[in-house]
């Protein structure tokens, strides 16, 4: 069965940490750009940050850049969104999604691979 599971989200108090994980199974990532998007209530998704399948590039969404880090293990088949400092405006669902395009990941209209979201929420 092909899917990808995140998992790691939860509570977190404004200025901490959190490290969201988006695992594959049923496929290899190696292939595929993946990404991270959110969508909080009432909004439409957006993109977070993606890295490319050669692990050479990668995009941050201004509002999180400095603070979020993107990275991906594929001998785990997992790629990973460490949060630092995360602020309330963050609090959200947060999905992977994994495609052979960067391109359409970008573009925000990947077809490709979906998780089914973690909730993040920041609060003190």
């Known amino acids: 069965q092909v899917q990808l599971v995140e998992s790691g989200g939860g509570l977190v108090q404004p200025g901490g940490s959190l490290r969201l994980s988006c695992a594959a199974s049923?496929?290899?990532?190696?292939?595929?750009?993946i990404g991270w998007f959110r969508q909080a209530p009432g909004k439409e998704r957006e993109g977070v940050s993606i890295i490319s399948s050669s692990d050479t590039s990668t995009y941050y969404a201004d509002s999180v850049k400095g603070r979020f880090t993107i990275s991906r293990d594929n001998a785990k088949n997992t790629v990973y969104l460490q949060m630092n400092s995360p602020k309330p405006g963050d609090t959200a669902v947060y999905y992977c999604?994994?495609?052979?395009?960067?391109?359409?990941?970008?573009?925000?209209?990947?077809?490709?691979?979906w998780g089914q979201g973690t909730q993040v929420t920041v609060s003190s």
């Open positions: 049923g496929f290899t990532l190696d292939y595929y750009a």
């Open positions: 999604a994994a495609d052979p395009l960067l391109s359409t990941l970008v573009a925000g209209v990947s077809q490709g691979y």
